[in-house]
């Protein structure tokens, strides 16, 4: 499973969830936008930096780095991106570094020429073996969702189940649906064996819960057929699917329309030519892309 790029999906989605994770309490945390950008004429890309409100220059912008894999090279690397990052595009806000760790074990012990900096409140370090027994309110689904990430194989139905009752109990039905998203989405990462269809036998689902998805949603507000887009939803959702390429490539073209606005006639040909596999894989990506160029560069890559 690739953890680290579950975690930045999550982050990407929700970024005030790497802010409760370090415990930083700052203002206005739902304006931080998370971001991947790649430093000029070097070699390095920061994975993932939180920017706060242009406006509000006391709050910090936060690097974040999810280190799974053990580098002796890690801190002279990252205090590298950090450093060019600063030089490049002197910003006006401080800045923090957020790194996560699934345990003390994964951690380098080259820190000699970073000890005093590790030492400061400019870097938080997270170890999540440290969260598995913490318990968190039903106000933090999202806290929950990163202990299901790291939760053992033959504890994660039970985790998940239990997040799901809570879930049930929002009375926002949007942000019910959006954390049902996850933790499927989450499930398919851990349990690759399993189809979406056998995940939601075993989590319990609903034709009321499916109904609540964003890729319902999304199209059934085109105007779908209620008929006709139960049946592609659940193909969908169990990974299969089902009907003619025609009929799939035109609603990820409605669904991209709404979310990025006029595509060019060259992005739609791109789009219509795709085969069932590459139209499949859009599909699971489309709901994370946030510009044109997102969806450009994943054409790119996976024509």
């Known amino acids: 499973m690739k953890t680290d790029t579950?975690?930045?999906?999550?982050?990407?989605?929700?970024?005030?969830?790497?802010?409760?994770?370090?415990?930083?309490?700052?203002?206005?945390?739902?304006?931080?936008?998370?971001?991947?950008?790649?430093?000029?004429?070097?070699?390095?890309?920061?994975?993932?930096?939180?920017?706060?409100?242009?406006?509000?220059?006391?709050?910090?912008?936060?690097?974040?780095?999810?280190?799974?894999?053990?580098?002796?090279?890690?801190?002279s690397r990252f205090f590298c991106e950090i450093f060019f990052y600063l030089h490049q595009n002197k910003p006006t806000h401080p800045w923090q570094a957020l790194i996560i760790y699934p345990s003390r074990k994964t951690e380098t012990k080259k820190t000699q020429h970073y000890a005093e900096l590790l030492q400061t409140n400019r870097i938080k370090r997270i170890y999540l073996d440290d969260l598995a027994d913490r318990a968190y309110s039903s106000e933090k689904i999202g806290l929950q969702l990163i202990q299901l990430i790291v939760t053992e194989e033959n504890q994660t139905l039970n985790k998940a189940q239990n997040i799901l009752q809570q879930?049930?109990?929002?009375?926002?039905?949007?942000?019910?649906?959006?954390?049902?998203?996850?933790?499927?989405?989450?499930?398919?990462?851990?349990?690759?064996?399993?189809?979406?269809?056998?995940?939601?036998?075993?989590?319990?689902?609903?034709?009321?819960e499916l109904k609540q998805t964003q890729f319902y949603q999304d199209v059934f507000s085109e105007g779908l057929q209620e008929g006709e887009l139960k049946g592609k939803l659940k193909g969908k959702l169990e990974g299969k699917l089902e009907g003619k390429l025609e009929g799939e490539s035109t609603i990820i073209l409605r669904i991209l329309k709404r979310r990025l606005g006029p595509l060019n006639e060259q992005t739609i040909l791109a789009i219509q030519t795709l085969n069932n596999q590459q139209l499949e894989a859009l599909s699971d990506n489309l709901l994370d892309f946030s510009s044109k160029n997102d969806l450009d560069n994943w054409l790119k890559q996976n024509q």
């Open 6 to 75: 579950l975690f930045y999906r999550l982050f990407k989605n929700a970024p005030e969830l790497a802010l409760q994770l370090a415990d930083f309490n700052y203002a206005d945390m739902q304006k931080y936008r998370f971001s991947s950008e790649e430093i000029k004429q070097t070699a390095f890309r920061l994975d993932g930096i939180l920017t706060p409100p242009q406006e509000n220059t006391d709050l910090p912008i936060i690097f974040v780095e999810v280190q799974f894999q053990k580098d002796q090279d890690f801190y």
């Open 167 to 208: 879930i049930k109990t929002y009375p926002d039905q949007h942000a019910s649906a959006h954390w049902l998203e996850w933790v499927e989405t989450i499930l398919v990462y851990k349990l690759p064996k399993l189809s979406r269809q056998e995940i939601q036998e075993m989590l319990g689902y609903n034709d009321i």
